[in-house]
């Protein structure tokens, strides 16, 4: 209840947070009387109740006030032996549907949390400077962002798969990269221990077509050192 007061308090009543809450555990103000979720069910039921074909469930709706807020609250069950779930708003123009609608958003903003925490590190930065997370964070969100749609036009793999297959070929571009570093020194040294000038070099190599029809050769070499052939090397 704290955070929805913020909420309406921030952004001046235009903002309306839909939330669920604990049953019994509030008591709002039903009609000049206080009453609790439990209450208000015995209360309604059998005279208010509705049933939604769309998301399978009865439900009863009543407007109350809790602190000099006015909400609306949906009951909400599912299944002829289930428990009745309290769903509130402070916007009381919503219908049920369009209330379920807004809430089962939650849904997918958790599997998003889950999905950065267990494959894209989420919150395992170390540093100490506010920056560096925002940043971390905002890499993060992305990296989420590309690889969703990566799956949305290509769904042959599940989520889980994708995201070790991405960190499987950035390992391996991390690694390309270092025996790239380590070639291009040793390559130096050479070059300065035989005192051969750089660009002479390879102003020879590319100006000779015996070079030139070896260069596939190479390529595939470099090719066959990586272990998947994911990360591929372009002439």
Request: with cysteine; glycine share 4%.
């Given at each position: 209840?704290?955070?929805?007061k913020?909420?309406?308090?921030?952004?001046?009543?235009k903002?309306?947070?839909?939330?669920?809450?604990v049953s019994?555990?509030?008591?709002f103000?039903y009609?000049?009387k206080?009453i609790?979720t439990s209450?208000?069910?015995i209360?309604?039921?059998r005279k208010s109740?509705?049933?939604?074909?769309?998301?399978?469930?009865?439900?009863i709706?009543?407007?109350?006030?809790?602190e000099?807020?006015?909400?609306?609250?949906?009951?909400?069950?599912?299944?002829?032996?289930g428990?009745y779930?309290?769903?509130?708003t402070?916007?009381?123009?919503?219908?049920f549907?369009?209330?379920?609608?807004i809430y089962?958003?939650?849904?997918?903003?958790?599997?998003?949390f889950?999905?950065c925490?267990?494959?894209l590190?989420?919150?395992?930065?170390?540093?100490?400077?506010?920056?560096?997370?925002?940043?971390?964070?905002?890499?993060?969100?992305?990296i989420?962002?590309?690889l969703?749609?990566e799956?949305?036009?290509?769904?042959?793999?599940t989520?889980?798969?994708l995201f070790?297959?991405s960190?499987?070929?950035?390992?391996?571009?991390?690694?390309?990269?270092r025996?790239?570093?380590?070639?291009?020194?040793?390559?130096g040294?050479?070059?300065?221990l035989?005192?051969?000038d750089?660009?002479?070099?390879?102003?020879?190599?590319?100006?000779?077509?015996?070079y030139?029809q070896?260069?596939?050769?190479?390529?595939?070499?470099?090719?066959?050192?990586?272990?998947?052939?994911?990360?591929?090397i372009?002439?």
């Amino acid at each position: 209840m704290e955070i929805i007061k913020v909420v309406l308090k921030l952004f001046k009543g235009k903002v309306h947070p839909p939330g669920m809450i604990v049953s019994n555990r509030h008591k709002f103000t039903y009609k000049s009387k206080p009453i609790t979720t439990s209450g208000l069910i015995i209360l309604l039921e059998r005279k208010s109740s509705h049933y939604s074909r769309k998301f399978k469930c009865k439900y009863i709706e009543a407007m109350v006030d809790y602190e000099g807020i006015r909400f609306k609250i949906f009951l909400v069950r599912q299944g002829g032996k289930g428990k009745y779930k309290a769903l509130l708003t402070t916007d009381t123009q919503l219908n049920f549907t369009q209330m379920m609608d807004i809430y089962k958003i939650r849904w997918s903003i958790e599997v998003f949390f889950k999905e950065c925490k267990q494959y894209l590190m989420l919150g395992k930065s170390q540093s100490t400077n506010f920056d560096s997370r925002i940043a971390s964070i905002t890499i993060t969100m992305i990296i989420h962002t590309v690889l969703t749609l990566e799956k949305r036009f290509n769904a042959y793999e599940t989520m889980g798969e994708l995201f070790k297959n991405s960190q499987k070929q950035l390992l391996e571009l991390t690694l390309w990269k270092r025996l790239d570093t380590l070639i291009v020194a040793i390559f130096g040294l050479l070059l300065d221990l035989l005192e051969i000038d750089f660009e002479k070099l390879m102003e020879r190599i590319l100006n000779d077509n015996q070079y030139e029809q070896q260069y596939p050769a190479i390529i595939h070499s470099l090719q066959d050192m990586l272990v998947d052939k994911s990360v591929k090397i372009s002439a």
